[in-house]
């Protein structure tokens, strides 16, 4: 079974239009989040959600907004997607919130922006 | 705020031992994970380090220096499986948050 499931694996769309990357993950918990990776693989931290609360949100353009439905789902939605959205969206989980616990990554969707 | 450096690209030999250095100025620092990435896939959790000293996990090994804001990843008896990104992450209280370096690519020839 996978732990950390993300739909869909690919995403190809043109600039102006709105699309969505569903994750859900089956490890019971309670944080999830939202990284971006680069093309020079440089990953970094869009959103968490904690028991469906967000608790950080990063500098990421107001486009972009984090939806979590209940504790095992955390989507993404993008608005009037832009050519430098282009990059490798990861949703992860962590069984608490705190830092010691090791984020579980989905396998990653990459979204290419024409 | 936070800056974590890594060496951009390694290459070693199958069967020898690697050492991949990172670097890190993270204030409320509260922890240091490694991570690997193989080409076109998730990164996975391979070691954490909250104390100073060593960790040890098979053939991998992690170690911290706090005072130094220092850390290592040991790989031993490097199989050609090992050739992937290794990316240091330091853990900051305040943002609760987890910062990543952007990775070391590791390259394993025979």
């Known amino acids: 079974d996978t732990a950390v499931s993300q739909t869909p694996k690919y995403l190809v769309t043109q600039m102006g239009n709105d699309k969505s990357i569903k994750c859900e993950q089956n490890?019971?918990?309670?944080?999830m989040y939202w990284y971006k990776q680069d093309s020079k693989k440089f990953l970094k931290i869009m959103f968490s959600y904690n028991n469906k609360e967000l608790i950080i949100n990063e500098t990421v353009p107001n486009r972009f907004s984090p939806k979590s439905p209940d504790k095992a789902h955390l989507n993404l939605h993008i608005n009037s997607l832009e050519l430098g959205d282009s990059a490798v969206y990861f949703c992860?989980?962590?069984?608490?919130?705190?830092?010691?616990?090791?984020?579980?990554f989905g396998n990653g969707t990459r979204l290419t922006v024409t | 705020g936070q800056n974590i450096d890594q060496p951009t690209e390694m290459t070693a030999t199958e069967g020898a031992i690697v050492q991949i250095n990172c670097t890190y100025q993270t204030s409320g620092f509260n922890g240091l994970f490694w991570y690997q990435q193989h080409a076109g896939e998730a990164p996975t959790f391979l070691s954490y380090?909250?104390?100073?000293g060593l960790e040890e996990k098979g053939r991998f090994s992690s170690f911290l220096s706090r005072s130094k804001g220092y850390s290592y990843l040991l790989l031993k008896e490097l199989q050609m499986k090992d050739s992937a990104s290794y990316l240091c992450?330091?853990?900051?209280?305040?943002?609760?948050?987890?910062?990543f370096g952007t990775g070391t690519r590791l390259t394993v020839i025979p």
């Open positions: 992450a330091a853990y900051q209280t305040g943002a609760n948050n987890l910062f």
């Open positions: 380090n909250v104390l100073d």
């Open positions: 992860a989980s962590s069984q608490e919130r705190g830092g010691s616990s090791p984020l579980h």
């Open positions: 490890l019971g918990h309670d944080t």
